[in-house]
């Protein structure tokens, strides 16, 4: 078989994408040399990248001339996993509303009447992407001064994603049975640890001699997890596709945003609340490991956290919990002894000294 060989073509553990210099990339869909893959191909191939400044809304030296060139840096596309796709639909939001303005003037007043206008998370994503640009403005001599140094965000106190309770976990299973593909996707969260970019590329290609390997997308970690036989037990039960084990409608792998959309619908179905979240099924699955007596090197292991100190907020607290049980069952035989002579002595002197 000819190994075909097209231009701008780039894959990465079985993914292609079309990667055009200064241009955003553009996931391929399907086989090298099929139907559907050479469709989207010739169609990214004729698009006609948009000059720097030449929309309307792009004039020289303006927020949105900036971002432009900004897109096409070196510094946006180092970026990996899903940042570049999540930072540049915040900063378009951004580019909308404020793209006229020039850029080497924004003041900070500017950026913290903005910022007032967020909740506190949609606030410390847009000041993340923001100062990336700034850096990178700075660094490119298009700007003095930062207008977002100094800012910091006062985050609210959470414990983050609502990790599912053992009830909730079973009212899904209960909708949704072994076949289909929702349960499918219940059990990937749970038995694999981790995030929905990730969970929505894997494939069978990925699970060789028990072992399911990837890279995670944020973190870009290599990991080699053995499959649980209740997960194993799922997908040979389950219709999946070709190249990812969940799909759409239509057979194609999922965005993580559709994903996520398609998820929440099947938790309604389900009449689980809506902090009930994919993410949420890390945590579980997190929790599950150290109820079990993992340590927090083993559940690394297994969630590719970089750091052990996010890990032992679930350590501990299992921890804490079985030493709560092991001190309740060593007194759990012994009964309190008590004389009640003893108490009642001092209580019937008391009583006739207050009668005398």
């Not at 090298?32 to 989207?40: C, I, K, Q, R, T």
């Not at 009830?167 to 949704?176: I, M």
């Not at 694999?192 to 072992?211: E, K, L, M, P, Y």
């Not at 079985?322 to 002197?349: F, T, W």
């Amino acid at each position: 078989m000819t190994r075909l060989h097209l231009k701008y073509v780039q894959s990465f553990g079985g993914y292609h994408y079309f990667r055009r210099r200064g241009r955003p990339r553009i996931p391929l869909p399907g086989v090298v040399g099929s139907a559907e893959f050479m469709e989207a191909y010739q169609q990214a191939l004729a698009a006609v990248p948009v000059a720097i400044g030449a929309s309307k809304r792009s004039k020289p030296g303006s927020v949105s001339a900036a971002l432009a060139e900004y897109y096409g840096s070196q510094a946006f596309r180092s970026l990996t996993g899903g940042t570049p796709a999540s930072r540049r639909a915040i900063l378009e939001k951004f580019r909308d509303k404020h793209g006229h303005l020039p850029l080497a003037s924004l003041p900070k007043e500017f950026v913290v009447a903005l910022i007032d206008t967020m909740t506190p998370h949609e606030a410390r994503n847009w000041l993340i992407a923001f100062k990336h640009v700034m850096r990178w403005a700075l660094e490119r001599k298009l700007v003095r001064n930062d207008p977002t140094f100094g800012i910091r965000i006062k985050m609210p106190k959470s414990d983050g994603h609502h990790t599912w309770t053992e009830d909730e976990v079973a009212q899904f299973e209960a909708r949704w049975p072994v076949g289909a593909k929702p349960r499918l996707a219940l059990a990937l969260g749970l038995y694999t640890a981790q995030r929905r970019g990730d969970v929505v590329h894997i494939g069978r290609q990925h699970i060789r001699d028990g072992v399911l390997t990837l890279r995670q997308q944020k973190t870009g970690a290599s990991l080699a997890i053995p499959v649980h036989p209740d997960l194993a037990a799922i997908i040979a039960a389950t219709p999946v596709g070709h190249l990812t084990l969940l799909t759409t409608r239509t057979g194609k792998s999922y965005a993580a945003n559709d994903f996520s959309v398609a998820f929440r619908t099947w938790c309604d179905a389900a009449e689980l609340p809506g902090h009930c979240v994919f993410h949420g099924l890390r945590k579980s699955a997190l929790t599950r490991l150290a109820d079990a007596g993992c340590t927090a090197h083993e559940i690394a292991a297994m969630s590719g956290h970089k750091t052990l100190k996010e890990v032992e907020r679930y350590t501990k607290g299992a921890d804490q919990a079985r030493l709560a049980r092991a001190a309740m069952e060593r007194i759990g035989n012994q009964s309190v002894k008590s004389d009640p002579g003893e108490v009642s002595k001092p209580l019937n002197g008391h009583t006739k000294k207050a009668a005398g």
